[in-house]
């Protein structure tokens, strides 16, 4: 019995062995681990062309410095690198971080975003940029990058080239021997891992700090889902539109002849039998029922008026049609968005519906005005109150999420006995 269980348990050790050797042997031709390997190179080639462009400039600074010069002109010297400095600092930040970013996505297929820039004219930009983190983060990575670029990029060089190495100048080395290729191919199974290392450390450092925070990357998902949103609703009233449209153009005119036809044949038959002309009589009526059956529903779709002639037109016919007495006032010199006309005439509409079901009052009063890019919307009656945005039933509550649907709000008080206002301010694009 133990033979046995030994037996078994060095056949899971050799099987074992042998997958982690053949992971190993795997890694090095695998395409992760070239791409990894691609990457810390290029990054090395990099950060060299940059410590040398830096050394030079130093250089010349120094050159300045210690060169023949009164001291006036030292401090003129110190005072003009002081001013100028942050402007091409400040440039060649953007072009390395540019380069960066198109190393990350050609070679590793990693997209580092792009911050936001700062706003403004020059040189207000430019002092803006510097105060923004942004800036700051994408200096950090530049400082950080000598060590992951240099120091990262020597180690998988050395790690790949050591067999090489090794075959090539095999007295070159202090180690000789079967120790030196044990060595050699000890670093060479080790490069695949040591290059994805490498690339992941430096991956993590780019999103962190090249890369929006993310405070900025909430900003910019909300800003995504606000033109997101905006354009649906934006889309959702032009199909509105559309129908009202096609409904205006095709059934409702073929209801009108029909209508009309009936009309003649229940004028013009009058020695038909009786049953006849009272079925004609019938489908007349009910021609005309659905007509302005059909004629409400496009109004509730979207006026037609509202298009052609603007709010101010729209909302006097709905208040020419009102059941009790209302007071219109409208103060808007230019006219808003297509939506946003579209919410406020749905408001008046289903404000003055609700004070003719439910509100038992006498007048009402309606207020449009636009201040600055708001547009404001006052609806008062004068009836029993106890109106509630929340109600089931009143159609406040879908006013409220048409209003929320643009940046809007609405707001309801209505305490008990009246009188209720409702109003609502929109942003006028």
Same mark, same amino acid.
């Given at each position: 019995?133990?033979?046995?269980?030994?037996?078994?348990?060095?056949?899971?050790?050799?099987?074992?062995?042998?997958?982690?050797?053949?992971?190993?042997? &795997? @890694? =090095?031709?695998? %395409?992760?681990?070239?791409? #990894?390997? *691609?990457? /810390?190179?290029?990054? !090395?080639?990099?950060?060299? $062309?940059?410590?040398?462009?830096?050394?030079?400039?130093?250089?010349?600074?120094?050159?300045?410095?210690?060169?023949?010069?009164?001291?006036?002109?030292?401090?003129?010297?110190?005072?003009?690198?002081?001013?100028?400095?942050?402007?091409?600092?400040?440039?060649?930040?953007?072009?390395?971080?540019?380069?960066?970013?198109?190393?990350?996505?050609?070679?590793?297929?990693?997209?580092?975003?792009?911050?936001?820039?700062?706003?403004?004219?020059?040189?207000?930009?430019?002092?803006?940029?510097?105060?923004?983190?942004?800036?700051?983060?994408?200096?950090?990575?530049?400082?950080?990058?000598?060590?992951?670029?240099?120091?990262?990029?020597?180690?998988?060089?050395?790690?790949?080239?050591?067999?090489?190495?090794?075959?090539?100048?095999? &007295? @070159? =080395?202090?180690? %000789?021997?079967?120790?030196? #290729?044990? *060595?050699? /191919?000890?670093?060479? !199974?080790?490069?695949?891992? $040591?290059?994805?290392?490498?690339?992941?450390?430096?991956?993590?450092?780019?999103?962190?700090?090249?890369?929006?925070?993310?405070?900025?990357?909430?900003?910019?998902?909300?800003?995504?889902?606000?033109?997101?949103?905006?354009?649906?609703?934006?889309?959702?009233?032009?199909?509105?539109?559309?129908?009202e449209r096609d409904l205006h153009d095709g059934a409702q005119q073929q209801l009108v002849s029909l209508a009309l036809n009936l009309g003649m044949a229940r004028a013009a038959l009058g020695d038909v039998p009786q049953a006849a002309r009272r079925a004609i009589e019938a489908a007349h009526e009910d021609a005309i029922e659905a007509l302005a059956g059909l004629r409400e529903l496009v109004r509730g779709l979207h006026p037609a008026v509202l298009n052609d002639r603007g709010l101010d037109a729209a909302l006097s016919g709905i208040v020419a049609r009102a059941a009790i007495p209302v007071r219109l006032r409208i103060e808007v010199a230019t006219r808003c968005g297509p939506s946003i006309e579209a919410i406020a005439y749905f408001t008046v509409s289903e404000a003055l519906t609700n004070i003719a079901r439910h509100a038992r009052a006498t007048r009402a009063e309606i207020t449009v005005e636009r201040a600055g890019d708001r547009l404001r919307v006052v609806v008062t009656d004068d009836g029993c109150g106890g109106a509630s945005p929340g109600g089931d039933g009143s159609g406040l509550r879908g006013l409220a999420q048409r209003a929320a649907a643009v940046d809007g709000a609405l707001s309801v008080h209505s305490p008990a006995g009246g009188p209720t206002t409702i109003t609502v301010e929109l942003p006028c694009e």
């Amino acid at each position: 019995m133990s033979g046995g269980a030994g037996g078994v348990y060095c056949d899971d050790v050799r099987s074992r062995a042998l997958a982690a050797g053949g992971a190993a042997l &795997g @890694a =090095l031709w695998a %395409a992760r681990s070239w791409r #990894a390997t *691609l990457h /810390a190179l290029t990054g !090395l080639m990099i950060e060299v $062309v940059t410590a040398v462009l830096l050394l030079l400039w130093l250089g010349d600074i120094v050159t300045l410095i210690d060169g023949p010069g009164s001291d006036q002109g030292n401090a003129a010297f110190y005072v003009v690198v002081a001013v100028i400095a942050p402007v091409p600092l400040l440039w060649w930040l953007g072009v390395l971080s540019a380069v960066q970013r198109v190393r990350f996505r050609t070679v590793l297929g990693v997209e580092i975003p792009q911050p936001p820039q700062a706003a403004g004219r020059w040189p207000w930009r430019l002092a803006r940029a510097w105060g923004t983190a942004a800036a700051w983060r994408q200096l950090g990575y530049h400082l950080l990058a000598p060590v992951t670029g240099l120091v990262g990029g020597v180690l998988v060089a050395v790690c790949w080239s050591a067999p090489f190495v090794v075959a090539t100048y095999p &007295g @070159a =080395l202090p180690v %000789a021997g079967p120790r030196l #290729a044990v *060595l050699a /191919a000890g670093l060479l !199974l080790a490069a695949p891992w $040591v290059a994805r290392g490498v690339a992941r450390a430096d991956e993590i450092a780019a999103r962190a700090l090249l890369g929006p925070s993310p405070a900025q990357e909430l900003a910019q998902r909300v800003d995504t889902l606000a033109r997101s949103r905006a354009e649906i609703v934006a889309a959702a009233d032009a199909e509105r539109r559309r129908i009202e449209r096609d409904l205006h153009d095709g059934a409702q005119q073929q209801l009108v002849s029909l209508a009309l036809n009936l009309g003649m044949a229940r004028a013009a038959l009058g020695d038909v039998p009786q049953a006849a002309r009272r079925a004609i009589e019938a489908a007349h009526e009910d021609a005309i029922e659905a007509l302005a059956g059909l004629r409400e529903l496009v109004r509730g779709l979207h006026p037609a008026v509202l298009n052609d002639r603007g709010l101010d037109a729209a909302l006097s016919g709905i208040v020419a049609r009102a059941a009790i007495p209302v007071r219109l006032r409208i103060e808007v010199a230019t006219r808003c968005g297509p939506s946003i006309e579209a919410i406020a005439y749905f408001t008046v509409s289903e404000a003055l519906t609700n004070i003719a079901r439910h509100a038992r009052a006498t007048r009402a009063e309606i207020t449009v005005e636009r201040a600055g890019d708001r547009l404001r919307v006052v609806v008062t009656d004068d009836g029993c109150g106890g109106a509630s945005p929340g109600g089931d039933g009143s159609g406040l509550r879908g006013l409220a999420q048409r209003a929320a649907a643009v940046d809007g709000a609405l707001s309801v008080h209505s305490p008990a006995g009246g009188p209720t206002t409702i109003t609502v301010e929109l942003p006028c694009e």
